[in-house]
């Protein structure tokens, strides 16, 4: 029986706590997510995690480095998500649009309001980094889906998918500015998922409309 969209979706499971970075790199992302990059430090993960700060700067030198490798670890689960879900054969074209958009934006809701802005002021490379991560992943993710798209008559066949995929980026780089953010009073899924709507809304052929209608009531 193929899994369901909302099945594939699911963050990959987590790595056994016996590994020491792994652990690590979750404690961090959950306070980076949700309290932001600002709010904590080194010494207090440490303790959190009853290890020694030596045993903590030997795996992450930085701050830095242990914030980045958070970053690196939610862009590489968005990406072998999507190619899980764009890989399988049994779901339809609206099953994996609406697969991964699920997928993105329970991610997405893990991230309080006011953390790419919190990013941006106390970690600007980090921030800088966000915008690194959205260029290697828009494209190739939402091309590919464009693609399979147009293969099975969803997508209109005269779109460029490449350059829509390019299109899209730029306009995800722009609304998802902390200044974006604040000035529409949104928080990150909320943003993903408004764009989301409006971008596809404008590219389905009226059977790829049903269908998305279908997966995405109301």
Same mark, same amino acid.
């Given at each position: 029986?193929?899994?369901?969209?909302?099945?594939?979706?699911?963050?990959?499971?987590?790595?056994?706590?016996?590994?020491?970075?792994?652990?690590?790199?979750?404690?961090?992302?959950?306070?980076?997510?949700?309290?932001?990059?600002?709010?904590?430090?080194?010494?207090?993960?440490?303790?959190?995690?009853?290890?020694?700060?030596?045993?903590?700067?030997?795996?992450?030198?930085?701050?830095?480095?242990?914030?980045?490798?958070?970053?690196?670890? #939610? @862009? $590489? &689960?968005?990406?072998?998500? !999507?190619?899980?879900? *764009?890989?399988?054969?049994?779901?339809?074209?609206?099953?994996? /649009?609406?697969?991964?958009?699920?997928?993105?934006?329970?991610?997405?809701?893990?991230?309080?309001?006011?953390?790419?802005?919190?990013?941006?002021?106390?970690?600007?490379?980090?921030?800088?980094?966000?915008?690194?991560?959205?260029?290697?992943?828009?494209?190739?993710?939402?091309?590919?889906?464009?693609?399979?798209?147009?293969?099975?008559?969803?997508?209109?066949?005269?779109?460029?998918?490449? #350059? @829509? $995929? &390019?299109?899209?980026?730029? !306009?995800?780089?722009? *609304?998802?500015?902390?200044?974006?953010?604040?000035?529409?009073? /949104?928080?990150?899924?909320?943003?993903?998922?408004?764009?989301?709507?409006?971008?596809?809304?404008?590219?389905?052929?009226?059977?790829?409309?049903?269908?998305?209608?279908?997966?995405?009531?109301?």
């Amino acid at each position: 029986m193929p899994a369901r969209p909302e099945e594939l979706s699911r963050a990959p499971v987590a790595a056994p706590l016996a590994d020491p970075p792994a652990r690590i790199v979750r404690a961090a992302r959950a306070h980076l997510f949700v309290h932001g990059y600002s709010t904590w430090t080194m010494d207090d993960l440490a303790a959190e995690l009853g290890m020694s700060k030596k045993t903590l700067y030997q795996h992450f030198p930085t701050k830095e480095d242990l914030g980045r490798a958070a970053l690196e670890q #939610f @862009a $590489a &689960e968005v990406r072998a998500e !999507a190619d899980a879900i *764009i890989a399988d054969r049994n779901l339809t074209f609206a099953e994996k /649009l609406r697969g991964f958009t699920g997928g993105m934006h329970q991610r997405l809701s893990q991230l309080a309001p006011h953390i790419l802005r919190d990013l941006q002021r106390s970690a600007p490379a980090l921030h800088d980094f966000t915008f690194e991560m959205r260029r290697k992943n828009v494209p190739y993710i939402f091309g590919r889906l464009l693609e399979q798209g147009q293969l099975t008559g969803k997508v209109r066949p005269e779109l460029d998918a490449p #350059f @829509a $995929a &390019e299109f899209l980026l730029h !306009a995800m780089q722009g *609304i998802m500015s902390p200044a974006s953010l604040e000035h529409l009073h /949104l928080a990150p899924h909320q943003a993903f998922e408004k764009a989301m709507s409006l971008y596809f809304g404008g590219l389905l052929t009226p059977a790829g409309r049903k269908d998305y209608e279908k997966s995405f009531p109301g």
